[in-house]
């Protein structure tokens, strides 16, 4: 039979273009991917790459071999997700996706609270910039932020949480400083790989043509914090910091809505069952906040 582990290696290279980028991906070396392909070439007894200046490039054989492998995946996950998904017990991995800003800024007491309620749960909370795939387990549910409902992948199911807003902030000392007439620049705070939205103009004041980048939202806060200038921020974030106030004149935006989803039979576990749950409440109780609203605390 061939080795189930050599077929994930060259799906691996044929979809990457290189033997680099797939151990990168794959977490291992170089040395390894090339080793299992030359295994599967040798067990299928016919050559699957050509090694192109620009990288690997499949064989006649190797794209039918391709349609096949992507199958033999296919039918893996949904093995793994069916066996999972008789999985009853209140205990083992429990892994959630999200955003880092709606971890560290909103939810991790509420990820806490669960971890107390349930100690056999053990919780893997995955807020790295790129979120993880449902579809290929990495992942058992995501918390994500969707402007359109049609972009979701039919094989997810979700709950529909509430809608999410942001503003334009500054901080208070930087506003009073403008407001006295302070001649320093303020800039537009933007991470590298956004672009200055087009109502930027919006509002009394005017920023330079000049923007302050940063590489993430927690150095994106931290800067306009420290007076360098205004930027967007989720009002979740932008309302609850004392140090930061709505840059006068402007109107909020809608960033989309929030979704908790999960895939497949994962979705039945019971601890899968009771995060999705649990959570879907409290993001429901956030809705005035996430939609920047005024909180009354009477």
Same mark, same amino acid.
């Given at each position: 039979?061939?080795?189930?582990?050599?077929?994930?290696?060259?799906? *691996?290279?044929?979809?990457?273009?290189?033997?680099?980028?797939?151990?990168?991906?794959?977490? !291992?070396?170089?040395?390894? !991917?090339?080793?299992?392909?030359?295994?599967?070439?040798?067990?299928?007894?016919?050559?699957?790459?050509?090694?192109?200046?620009?990288?690997?490039?499949?064989? *006649?054989?190797?794209?039918?071999?391709?349609?096949?492998?992507?199958?033999?995946?296919?039918?893996?996950?949904?093995?793994?997700?069916?066996?999972?998904?008789?999985?009853?017990?209140?205990?083992?991995?429990?892994?959630?996706?999200?955003?880092?800003?709606?971890?560290?800024?909103?939810?991790?007491?509420?990820?806490?609270?669960? *971890?107390?309620?349930?100690?056999?749960?053990?919780?893997?909370?995955?807020?790295?910039?790129?979120?993880?795939?449902?579809?290929?387990?990495?992942?058992?549910?995501?918390?994500?932020? !969707?402007?359109?409902?049609?972009?979701?992948?039919?094989?997810?199911?979700?709950?529909?949480?509430?809608?999410?807003?942001?503003?334009?902030?500054?901080?208070?000392?930087?506003?009073?400083?403008?407001?006295?007439?302070?001649?320093?620049?303020?800039? /537009?705070?933007?991470?590298?790989?956004?672009?200055?939205?087009? /109502?930027?103009?919006?509002?009394?004041?005017?920023?330079?043509? !000049?923007?302050?980048?940063?590489?993430?939202?927690?150095?994106?806060?931290? *800067?306009?914090?420290?007076?360098?200038?205004?930027?967007?921020?989720?009002?979740?974030?932008?309302?609850?910091?004392?140090?930061?106030?709505?840059?006068?004149?402007?109107?909020?935006?809608?960033?989309?809505?929030? /979704?908790?989803?999960?895939?497949?039979?994962?979705?039945?576990?019971?601890?899968?069952?009771?995060?999705?749950?649990?959570?879907?409440?409290?993001?429901?109780?956030?809705?005035?906040?996430?939609?920047?609203?005024?909180?009354?605390?009477?």
């Amino acid at each position: 039979m061939i080795d189930w582990d050599n077929i994930r290696y060259f799906l *691996a290279v044929a979809r990457r273009g290189s033997v680099r980028a797939a151990a990168e991906g794959l977490g !291992v070396n170089h040395s390894t !991917v090339l080793r299992r392909i030359a295994q599967l070439e040798e067990r299928l007894g016919t050559q699957m790459f050509e090694k192109l200046p620009a990288g690997y490039r499949l064989t *006649a054989a190797g794209e039918e071999v391709l349609d096949l492998a992507s199958q033999m995946e296919a039918s893996s996950h949904q093995l793994e997700t069916r066996v999972f998904g008789r999985d009853r017990s209140v205990r083992g991995l429990l892994r959630v996706t999200l955003t880092p800003i709606l971890a560290t800024h909103l939810l991790m007491p509420d990820f806490a609270e669960f *971890a107390g309620l349930h100690p056999d749960i053990e919780m893997e909370i995955l807020s790295a910039g790129q979120l993880a795939n449902l579809t290929n387990r990495e992942a058992d549910v995501a918390i994500r932020v !969707v402007y359109d409902r049609k972009t979701l992948p039919l094989n997810l199911h979700g709950v529909k949480g509430p809608e999410l807003f942001g503003g334009v902030y500054i901080s208070r000392d930087r506003l009073a400083a403008w407001r006295a007439g302070a001649p320093d620049p303020i800039r /537009w705070i933007v991470i590298s790989t956004h672009g200055i939205p087009e /109502w930027a103009s919006e509002g009394e004041l005017r920023a330079t043509g !000049v923007p302050f980048r940063t590489t993430d939202a927690a150095a994106e806060v931290a *800067a306009v914090r420290q007076g360098l200038g205004i930027t967007t921020l989720p009002c979740f974030v932008g309302d609850a910091d004392p140090l930061l106030v709505r840059v006068p004149g402007t109107d909020l935006h809608m960033y989309g809505t929030l /979704w908790v989803l999960t895939q497949g039979e994962t979705r039945k576990t019971k601890r899968v069952r009771l995060f999705t749950e649990f959570i879907s409440g409290r993001l429901a109780a956030y809705g005035p906040c996430l939609a920047g609203l005024p909180i009354s605390h009477d």
